[in-house]
């Protein structure tokens, strides 16, 4: 399967031209965010938690405490909805109405389960760990049985997804056009400036690989 | 009230000592967010939809068109969770399990309205307006009546929020200091670029305050 089904859950209700439901529409803007927005259920209520995740084919993993809401709703196996927003530009019309931003977005339903086996545990934390950083997880010390014992790790399987992208300049109504007002965009992302040590790194031990020339 | 009382609902699980839930802490994120993340459930089915919004006192303003899933969903009372989510940085640790980001995030819950009255909802797009760009609104042509109908406006009073930061260099257990490891943070921020006209833009029309110096 290379593209999601559309239903009734993954439609994209507003501007469906903005729209796609291919993997490989979707999974590079999993893949490029740092974090995603987690929602979930708890007695009624919704809430929406920032995390980290890591993704491998249709897998999202996402990690925490032991004693985490989030992981404990993931356990009781209900459904969840995960977020991932790029934010591109702001899109400067000549009218208000016409305004908006240039982003890249995916929604990702499933539900969740918690891994329990210590190698699966190990290989979803090498997985979020090589997400935020490349090649980080050979530099770092890796997890010791303990700290493995008191990270929970939920697996989610991606049931259906959509993404949602807007690019480009702004699009005003013709008579606009004429107006003496600017229009266009206001390109942002996200800067990676310097890597700054703490006070105790050993001499001799060098910016590592995975954050020289860091980018997404 | 400077700060929300703390309930099952707003209390931070992880890491209390991260947390704070006055308002003095909670709204300057919320204020300097482009976007936010709101979570509503629509039939069992919770969902996290990126959007833009605007906050004045202890109101929230979120926009949409009449038909979208999230309008609809505010409209009918539903309990709602918006996310604002700033990341600072990568928090690169010697171990992997001390690794994090440095990160600041807002959690607020309440209880949408949609406004009806014209010059409530005008003011409210206002409000967005200047909340994505100081001084658009005026330099901008406002909205007609036709497109003031055609845009759904929801007031959300904040009744409960929390906050939680994570600043500074990694925290690293006190062996792991004498690893030949390197140990601190990637700094990251949202880099605004240049202003890029579309090529309609009138001659002697120059790039406008809001968008000269722009920075949040």
């Known amino acids: 399967m290379t593209a999601f089904p559309v239903t009734a859950r993954n439609r994209v209700r507003r501007l469906p031209a903005r729209s796609a439901y291919d993997k490989a529409a979707i999974y590079p803007i999993i893949d490029e965010a740092l974090i995603c927005h987690v929602g979930f259920v708890d007695e009624g209520q919704p809430f929406v938690i920032p995390t ?5 084919e ?73 997400h935020v950083a490349r090649g980080r997880w050979q530099e770092a010390r890796q997890p010791t049985e303990q700290e493995l014992n008191a990270t929970a790790i939920a697996a989610l399987t991606i049931e259906s997804a959509s993404a949602k992208v807007r690019s480009g300049p702004p699009v005003d109504d013709e008579e606009d056009y004429a107006l003496p007002i600017w229009g266009g965009v206001l390109p942002l992302r996200q800067q990676v400036m310097e890597p700054a040590a703490d006070g105790r790194v050993k001499e001799g031990v060098a910016v590592p690989a995975s954050l020289r020339h860091y980018h997404r």
Chains 1, 2 share one sequence.
Do not use: W
Not at 68 to 80: A, F, H, I, T
Not at 94 to 116: P, W
């Open 52 to 56: 980290i995740h890591g993704r491998q």
């Open 58 to 130: 249709d897998t999202l993993f996402l990690h925490g405490a032991k004693a985490s809401r989030l992981l404990k709703v993931v356990q009781s196996g209900q459904p969840v909805c995960i977020t991932f927003t790029l934010l591109d530009g702001l899109v400067m019309a000549r009218s208000v109405f016409h305004s908006s931003m240039n982003y890249r977005s995916a929604v990702v339903f499933g539900v969740g389960r918690v891994l329990e086996d210590p190698a699966q545990k190990l290989h979803a934390l090498a997985v979020i760990t090589e």
